[in-house]
């Protein structure tokens, strides 16, 4: 179980202490202060606080109004600790939004069984913020964009298996959309009202992610200060997507076997079986059969994993589908961003064309929130795009590879282009110092920067 940061702000040392060896011994990682200003300035600096144990008097100020405003920027539980007790401070910290109250001299034991309920109150909070959220998030099909073939025959499978309870297992190369998939499957199954619970295998540590799936018992190992539910067990009745399933470690691989098998699991630490009735949709973007042969995956689980196998194709296998995702991205985009950018010009709607994406959807997307947060409004052109993109430009226009097109060409403006594709590269390169870009070019200083005015060439940065 992750350790909780718990802040305690009392000005009597003796209890900073008895809270600090208590709190500390059960796991967590505690801070402690014995005034406003103190507890400000640890928590200023962004580090998140799961709790707070806070004095209502304290030499520089009112605790309860500390309170308030920690919970706000931090948005953690709060326990209120006070010597003074009576009906009005405890109505008035609840009011504020404490979990609880308590008065001084206190049982440790209750304070520590207080802080577990606050604990798991604020995670059970988070878990409901995530349902709510997940609800009001639409998952239909319009939310994936695409007419080429490939991805066609991706949809028409979502649709046959969406209402079955059958695994699934989704593989492409990163940023395919897998993660989008395997939402549009859950959203359009008869289990769309329940959760799909994400676990990425591949993000979190081993020993950690057995705990993270099917939970554990109280004292199950250091640090196990209560029990826990398992995102297995969150997920009943609903889906579960197991994300980078081909990180998954040779022991845990068989655990999760066992729950295909049986759909039963025990949690850490414990005996007792749990039975559920999850979907399993599961999704890498390695080559598991490759993984298989090589020992490092199992052959029977990926045969269980394997029954409706959806490969998404990269971007570089349905190009036709690039134009459509540049207008989506640009849409949505000007939207967020507040900007209104018109669109590509034909050059460099073809460099994107040509570019062969190997982070493929994300890496457009990123790529389109870029360009049209810095360029801000208009039409954007090849020179606006990073160097990277415009690399194959250069090659088109390396003198031995030029081909006069069929149709004939304008001859300025194609030495034109090919000044400002050399011109705008060494800017770049050297972070537009023009000393350095001259030396590059083996071109005067001046001329260089005559020519940039001349041909109003701009840093992306001041292009918007
Ligand atoms: N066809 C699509 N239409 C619109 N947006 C898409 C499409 N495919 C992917 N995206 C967007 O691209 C980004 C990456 O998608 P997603 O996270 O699903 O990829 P992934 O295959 O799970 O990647 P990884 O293997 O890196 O986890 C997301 O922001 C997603 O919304
Ligand atoms: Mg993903």
Redesign the pocket.
């Known amino acids: 179980m992750q350790k909780s940061r718990i802040l305690v702000c009392d000005d009597e040392s003796s209890i900073r202490s008895a809270l600090f060896r208590a709190l500390e011994k059960r796991g967590h990682h505690v801070l402690t202060a014995s005034c406003i200003s103190e507890a400000e300035s640890l928590t200023s600096g962004g580090q998140s606080i799961d709790l707070l144990l806070v004095d209502i008097r304290l030499p520089d100020g009112d605790g309860l109004e500390f309170m308030a405003k920690l919970q706000k920027t931090h948005h953690c539980q709060s326990i209120v600790m006070t010597g003074f007790g009576s009906i009005d401070n405890a109505i008035e910290a609840t009011k504020r939004g404490a979990f609880h109250y308590v008065t001084k001299p206190f049982n440790i034991d209750e304070v520590l069984a207080l802080t577990d309920k606050a604990l798991e109150s604020k995670r059970l909070s988070l878990e409901n913020k995530l349902l709510r959220q997940q609800l009001h998030e639409k998952y239909k099909f319009e ?4 007419q080429s073939e490939a ?1 066609m025959k991706v949809f028409e499978l979502i649709e046959i298996v969406a209402d079955s309870n059958s695994t699934v297992l989704i593989t ?1 190369e ?7 998939i395997a939402k549009a499957i859950h959203y359009n199954s008869s289990r769309a009202s329940k959760l799909m619970v994400p676990v990425n295998c591949g993000a979190i540590p081993g020993e950690l992610l057995e705990s993270e799936l099917f939970g554990h018992v109280r004292g199950a190992f250091t640090g196990a200060i209560s029990n826990r539910q398992g995102r297995f067990e969150i997920a009943n009745d609903g889906t579960i997507f197991l ?1 980078e399933i081909g990180d998954m470690s040779p022991n845990l691989q068989v655990k999760i076997l066992r729950v295909l098998q049986e759909r039963r699991f025990e949690a850490v630490g414990s005996t007792k079986p749990i039975e559920v009735d999850v979907r399993i949709i599961a ?1 890498t ?1 390695k080559d598991l059969e490759k993984a298989v042969l090589d020992k490092s995956f199992r052959e029977d689980l990926f045969y269980r994993l394997n029954v409706i196998p959806i490969k ?1 194709p990269a971007l570089r296998d349905r190009k036709s589908d690039i134009p459509l ?1 540049i207008n ?1 991205f640009i849409t949505q985009f000007n939207e967020l961003k507040k900007r209104d950018i018109q669109g590509f010009d034909r050059d460099a709607l073809e460099v994107l064309m040509e570019y062969n994406w190997p982070g493929n ?2 890496e457009l ?1 990123n790529l389109i929130e870029r360009l049209v947060i810095l360029k801000g409004r208009g039409v954007i052109g090849v020179y606006d795009l990073p160097e990277r993109y415009q690399q194959k430009t250069n090659v088109a226009l390396n003198p031995d590879k030029v081909t006069v097109p069929e149709k004939g060409l304008d001859f300025n403006s194609a030495v034109d282009n090919f000044e400002n594709a050399l011109i705008m590269q060494a800017l770049e390169r050297t972070s537009w110092n023009r000393n350095k870009a001259a030396n590059l070019l083996n071109l005067n200083r001046t001329t260089l920067v005559e020519k940039i005015k001349k041909k109003g060439l701009i840093p992306p940065d001041r292009s918007v």
């Open positions: 939310n994936i964009i695409g991805i492409g990163s940023g395919t959309g897998k993660e989008l994300d999704a973007n998404v995702l989506h959807v994300r997307e």
